[in-house]
Nanobody, 122 residues
Framework: QVQLVESGGGLVQPGGSLRLSCAAA????????IAWFRQAPGKEREGVSC????????HYADSVKDRFTISRDKANNSVYLQMSRLKPEDTAVYYC???????????????WGQGTQVTVSS
């Protein structure tokens, strides 16, 4: 059974930063790409970023490009999403997920984490 555990969400002021973590077994991270999605109230879940397990390539949605950075820490079996210059519209529940092809679409996801809330507000 694949398990993904997110952490690091919270309340932050506009312009601030947060780092989300997604912990998983080494075998999971070696086999699957890991994607981050988010879902705001009343909106559909949308893909934010992904890092490939095969070549380490990264992908970003236009809305977060140049503000968010995805990375993998092999020593700690984790994938991070560093979020900077946060905006109120970044407020959402953030989920990490296994995404073999890094398609960053909901239909391409095999497993989901439980989600972590990020709120950007003054």
């Amino acid at each position: 059974q694949v398990q993904l555990v997110e952490s690091g969400g919270g309340l932050v002021q506009p312009g601030g930063s947060l780092r989300l973590s997604c912990a998983a077994a080494r075998s999971t991270l070696d086999y699957y790409g890991i994607a981050w999605f988010r879902q705001a109230p009343g909106k559909e879940r949308e893909g934010v970023s992904c890092i490939s397990s095969h070549d380490g390539k990264t992908h970003y949605a236009d809305s977060v490009k140049d503000r968010f950075t995805i990375s993998r820490d092999k020593a700690n079996n984790s994938v991070y999403l560093q979020m900077s210059r946060l905006k109120p519209e970044d407020t959402a529940v953030y989920y990490c997920a296994t995404d073999y092809y890094c398609s960053v679409v909901v239909s391409g996801i095999n497993y989901w984490g439980q989600g972590t809330q990020v709120t950007v507000s003054s």
